[in-house]
């Protein structure tokens, strides 16, 4: 059978805009009355929308044109996003987080349930907090390695890294790179609602940690219980040392908690935002840096390729902001909002909140990137949620959910494709491994997406 050649997200996006200006001359004009409260968010009036007459179509020209005012129209989020992802390059380079995995790895290496579940954490805290994940994939042979020991697979040692950073994702109390996208576009202040986010968090990793025990220890008690029991690439490499936590690694960990405390402090007394958050960052790097002992011309030449690395997605957010712009323009932006949520409002508030989250995961195999999707998606899904009775918080969390859980599983996932392949196991193989969790973890975000309708979650 000849295997399904899925294109490039960029080209994907690019398709998404031209079913969004196809759209501007098929759909009727029209749009919902808006109210604005005492912070100056915006919202539709349910009941209020009613078609334009006589609405201008758009020029051809527009498809393109939109794309650098797009550009234009997310440089917040870009920037940030350059500044984080220099500041992580220069974190990398400095060794201090894999000498402290290295070190907490080698400590519960004699405990096999302590060292997974141990494992998860770390993974999950990493990417709900600072939005980790292509930072592991140089982490997962040492973690393979030490799993090997204890008689379990390939396929455990992964597991602990990509459901870590799935579900951490899905239930981030404050990752840049979804949820306060999310809000922004949302108009939410940026971290509200982090303390529901923190309840799900254990349950969910109880969920997460259940599954990938549940193997591991079949594979423990009977190698041939491995899904790659007989595949030769996914057998691990000989382990041999550990990165070592020095005096400066010390300090630049130290330096890394306060960096985190001082962005929670900042946000919910201060309300920072992009501007400051994006300084803070750019001064952590260079801490980092001067602390590792760099040059200046080194912790600059480092900063500039973690921010290089980033272009895609700044790319893949300028064109998913473009599909929103179309609509908007071409106004029918609301008659979109308007079907959806005439669509949703007749199975009630639980059950469009869990709508929402479906589409959102239906999505996610589309546009792998977070920020992009928030971008495309949450524009409609916010004012659905005015319109149907639900909280903007609420389309959030289904947007989140919809992201991080299915990310452990798309093939157009960049980052799963990518640790899937240095570890050398099929993709059939893991999604035979991944497929019950990610319906577990469907049933159990559904049902914590009614309770948050249920208690008005804001």
Same mark, same amino acid.
């Given at each position: ?23 501007? =001359? ?34 051809? =020209? ?84 030490? @799993? ?38 949302? %108009? ?24 990938? =025990? ?15 029991? %007989? ?40 309300? =920072? ?149 240095? @570890? ?35």
């Amino acid at each position: 059978m000849k295997t399904i050649k899925v294109p490039h997200t960029l080209v994907l996006l690019f398709y998404m805009m031209i079913a969004a200006y196809i759209l501007t =001359w098929l759909l009727p004009a029209g749009s919902f009355q808006m109210t604005t409260d005492a912070s100056g968010h915006q919202s539709v009036i349910p009941g209020s929308y009613q078609q334009i007459a006589d609405a201008q179509n758009l020029p051809i =020209w527009d498809l393109f044109t939109v794309i650098p005012r797009a550009l234009g129209e997310a440089q917040g989020i870009i920037f940030f996003l350059f500044l984080i992802g220099g500041s992580i390059a220069v974190l990398r380079k400095s060794g201090a987080i894999d000498a402290m995995l290295g070190k907490m790895l080698k400590h519960f290496s004699h405990r096999p349930a302590l060292l997974l579940f141990m494992s998860m954490f770390a993974f999950m805290v990493g990417s709900s907090t600072i939005g980790m994940a292509e930072e592991y994939i140089p982490l997962v042979l040492i973690l393979i390695s030490l @799993c090997h020991t204890l008689k379990m697979d390939t396929v455990s040692a992964v597991g602990a890294m990509v459901i870590g950073y799935g579900i951490g994702y899905g239930v981030a109390p404050i990752n840049p790179f979804t949820v306060l996208v999310a809000q922004d576009v949302a %108009q939410l202040q940026p971290t509200s609602g982090w303390e529901f986010r923190l309840m799900i968090f254990v349950p969910f990793m109880l969920i997460g940690f259940h599954h990938l =025990w549940q193997y591991a220890s079949q594979v423990i008690s009977n190698p041939q219980h491995s899904y790659v029991h %007989q595949v030769a690439e996914a057998q691990p490499p000989k382990i041999t040392s550990f990165p070592e936590i020095n005096p400066s690694k010390m300090a630049i960990l130290l330096l890394s908690l306060v960096l985190l405390v001082l962005i929670v402090y900042g946000i919910a007394v201060y309300h =920072w935002y992009f501007v400051e958050l994006g300084a803070i960052f750019f001064v952590y790097a260079l801490l980092v840096g001067l602390i590792s002992g760099y040059k200046l011309d080194d912790i600059a030449i480092t900063f500039s390729k973690g921010a290089a690395e980033l272009t895609g997605t700044a790319l893949l957010i300028g064109f998913a902001r473009s599909i929103e712009m179309l609509l908007s323009d071409g106004q029918v932006l609301h008659t979109v909002i308007y079907g959806l949520s005439n669509t949703l409002s007749y199975v009630g508030a639980e059950l469009s909140a869990i709508g929402m989250f479906i589409i959102q995961s239906i999505l996610n195999l589309f546009i792998p990137s977070g920020s992009g999707q928030a971008y495309v998606t949450m524009p409609i899904m916010a004012p659905i949620a005015d319109v149907v009775g639900i909280t903007r918080q609420t389309s959030v969390l289904a947007y989140q959910m919809g992201d991080g859980f299915m990310n452990m599983i798309v093939p157009t996932n960049a980052v799963l494709m990518g640790i899937l392949g240095v @570890c050398g196991i099929p993709y059939d193989r893991w999604f035979k491994f991944i497929a019950p969790l990610v319906l577990k973890l469907m049933v159990a975000g559904s049902i914590t997406l009614v309770i948050a309708v249920s208690i008005g979650y804001n």
